[in-house]
């Protein structure tokens, strides 16, 4: 017996492309979309074209906006003094919810990973050290890539790139989680916490 | 700083209007969608509207299908002697996998659900009795409603409505999953295939 219906086989493809959903997620969310009144199918169908069409990089810092440029860029309160160069724009959202810092960010969207073919002409590296030399109002560039081991290695990767152009390089610290119990974390992360350890 | 991209948070609510996709998630699939090609966005717009257009109930057994009849309805070598009535359509998907039952099927699109608010009427139940009624081929009709609370009163309450048509109702066995440990079986579960133990 073939069980197929084109159009919802077509849609549960479609929704198995996204990052994070497997085949039997992708199936549940196309039987529950074919199965929502016409009107609200149409506005998550607008909402995708609509949200692909109007958000676009930020002219000068490339993280995501509907705008020339995104709102820190636009700002004039934020110090242009310091760049804080991150993967994801979901990392630039996650920093500004510390409402800790008050610099300026730089989107890579991506790490460099030569297994997944990822170098760094993939990223926006060109445009991170066109910034930097057009620019001299910044002083301090911080490496807030991931602390894996491709965002580890974009940060040196970058920090060699920069350090020429007589800039402070920084990373993010290294420790214990606020609020973690000792006796879960990882030895790496524990002994990065030792070896950084300050004075009280 | 307001970081609202008012495009990117109308797509992430629509994400997070689907069954089973948190605030995060819904967040993260927003901003996968807006990096992708234009194509691509549009194609999996156009993937939800078609699918929503395009498949409807089965005018017979009320099962998801692109056309008239489903497939099983419109085949000529199936049983029609037996009807087994499902929640969902994916568990029609998953008995045909079994590729152990030749009759029909009967689509409720749900379960009896006081505390949610869905009574009877909103299955398709008045569906089931009027074809039981005008077919007097089917002899026996299968409850296989999930093993859950929900599950269980349902076909308690369909079985009643049912035996006054002269009709065998059955119920789906209860036991101990093929290939699972008996150890970490639940309680009511090893009660149940205790009692349901057959002769070897």
Same mark, same amino acid.
């Given at each position: 017996?073939?069980?197929?219906?084109?159009?919802?086989?077509?849609?549960?493809? #479609?929704?198995?492309?996204?990052?994070?959903?497997?085949?039997?997620?992708? #199936? *549940?969310?196309?039987?529950?979309?074919?199965?929502?009144?016409?009107? $609200?199918?149409?506005?998550?169908? #607008?909402?995708?074209?609509?949200? #692909?069409?109007?958000?676009?990089?930020?002219?000068?810092?490339?993280?995501?906006?509907?705008?020339? +440029?995104?709102?820190?860029?636009?700002?004039?309160?934020?110090?242009?003094?310091? +760049?804080?160069?991150?993967?994801?724009?979901?990392?630039?959202?996650?920093?500004?919810?510390?409402?800790?810092?008050?610099?300026?960010?730089?989107?890579?969207?991506? @790490?460099?990973?030569? +297994?997944?073919? @990822?170098?760094?002409?993939?990223?926006? @590296?060109?445009?991170?050290?066109? *910034?930097?030399?057009?620019?001299?109002?910044?002083? $301090?560039?911080?490496?807030?890539?991931?602390?894996?081991?491709?965002?580890?290695?974009?940060?040196?990767?970058?920090?060699?790139?920069?350090?020429?152009?007589?800039?402070?390089?920084?990373?993010?610290?290294?420790?214990?989680?606020?609020?973690?119990?000792?006796?879960?974390?990882?030895?790496?992360?524990?002994?990065?916490?030792?070896?950084?350890?300050?004075?009280?």
């Amino acid at each position: 017996m073939d069980r197929m219906i084109p159009p919802l086989e077509t849609l549960a493809e #479609q929704f198995g492309r996204l990052p994070g959903i497997g085949r039997k997620t992708a #199936q *549940r969310l196309a039987y529950h979309v074919v199965s929502l009144p016409a009107g $609200e199918a149409k506005t998550f169908a #607008q909402a995708i074209v609509s949200a #692909q069409e109007a958000v676009r990089r930020c002219a000068v810092c490339c993280d995501l906006t509907d705008q020339e +440029l995104c709102a820190v860029c636009r700002s004039t309160g934020r110090d242009g003094a310091t +760049l804080c160069v991150v993967e994801d724009p979901r990392d630039v959202a996650a920093i500004e919810r510390t409402h800790e810092y008050r610099g300026l960010y730089h989107v890579l969207h991506g @790490v460099i990973s030569p +297994l997944n073919g @990822v170098g760094p002409e993939a990223l926006t @590296v060109k445009e991170l050290l066109a *910034r930097l030399r057009d620019s001299a109002a910044v002083r $301090e560039v911080i490496m807030a890539t991931n602390p894996t081991v491709e965002g580890e290695a974009t940060a040196m990767y970058l920090s060699r790139l920069l350090k020429p152009l007589g800039l402070t390089v920084s990373r993010l610290a290294y420790g214990v989680p606020v609020g973690a119990d000792l006796e879960y974390a990882d030895e790496v992360t524990l002994a990065r916490a030792l070896e950084g350890r300050r004075a009280l």
